[in-house]
């Protein structure tokens, strides 16, 4: 990375961050000098080092108050203090909607709306306590602007994390800062057995105007620039990383139905 931002002594805290943009996360605020700690249900297969520092890995089950409630105890006991977190952990399967069970639809929405909204009211109460106050990022996604079949559970707690950065960024403003980085589509080693092949990859990336898929550095390098005191007036707002976004599907439909036939 060309950008450099110094985080040197800050304490950041990656959900999720033991692999996948989780990881890639961690890795940004590691070369940039924090003590990071990551979370998961599993611990990462290698050391996530970066910089000369090394992340520190604690097992929570985002979704168990009382896991959050401890590992923000631990945190608290080895270093002392809480600069930022970033709530990263989520997902879930592609499922139709009508013949999803109502525990699987409650099981996403309370992985990735509710257990972030817990994470980040844990770290408020810590942060608010500190003179340097804190910053919170939860990780969006695009589907809130574009929903797909198969996701409507995950999309609409995406779109809910959206209003609740924003409702937190006013009510714990000025100490304690939230926004929402929202990823579009991201290549990572398990996008092409995702998509089909690395050839449905590359013409998927070229349908985006970047002419490419985002990457887990694309998200790091937002991560640390929003964290930024530099970044303060933009508390509430929320970044979407798309490279210009996907183009209408109508178009593709258009082009396809009036080109000439070749003879």
């Known amino acids: 990375m060309s950008v450099r931002f110094d985080y040197a002594g800050q304490v950041v805290v990656v959900t999720g961050g033991s692999s996948g943009i989780g990881r890639g996360i961690a890795l940004g605020f590691l070369g940039a000098g924090a003590k990071v ?3 998961d249900r599993n611990p990462p297969l290698e050391p996530i080092s970066a910089g000369g520092n090394t992340a520190e890995f ?3 089950d985002v979704c168990e108050l009382d896991a959050i409630n401890a590992l923000m105890a631990e945190v608290m006991q080895r270093h002392g203090r809480l600069d ?3 709530n990263n952990a989520g997902g879930g399967p592609p499922v139709k909607a009508a013949k999803a069970s109502p525990g699987l639809h409650e099981t996403i929405i309370r992985l990735n ?3 972030p909204l817990n994470f980040a009211q844990a770290a408020n109460a810590i942060m608010q306590k500190q003179e340097q106050g804190g ?3 939860f990780i969006g996604s695009i589907c809130v602007l ?3 079949p198969g996701t409507a559970a995950y999309s609409a707690s995406k779109a809910g994390i959206a209003m609740l950065a ?8 000025p100490k304690v ?3 929402t980085v929202s990823p579009g589509l991201i290549h990572t080693p398990q996008s092409d057995s995702h998509y089909g092949g690395k050839e449905v990859t590359a013409a998927i990336a070229e349908t985006i105007p970047m002419k490419r898929m985002g990457t887990v550095e694309d998200i790091s390098m937002a991560c640390l620039m929003v964290a930024a005191p530099e970044m303060a007036y933009a508390t509430g707002s929320n970044i979407y990383l798309h490279g210009g976004g996907e183009p209408p599907v109508f178009q593709s439909v258009v082009a396809r139905m009036t080109r000439p036939a070749q003879k």
């Open 135 to 137: 910053m919170i990022i």
């Open 166 to 173: 924003w409702g937190l960024a006013q009510e714990w403003a």
């Open 84 to 86: 930022v977190l970033v």
């Open 113 to 115: 709306l509710i257990a």
């Open 37 to 39: 700690i990551v979370c």
């Open 58 to 60: 604690i097992v929570c």
């Open 177 to 179: 800062r939230v926004m």
């Open 146 to 148: 574009r929903p797909a």
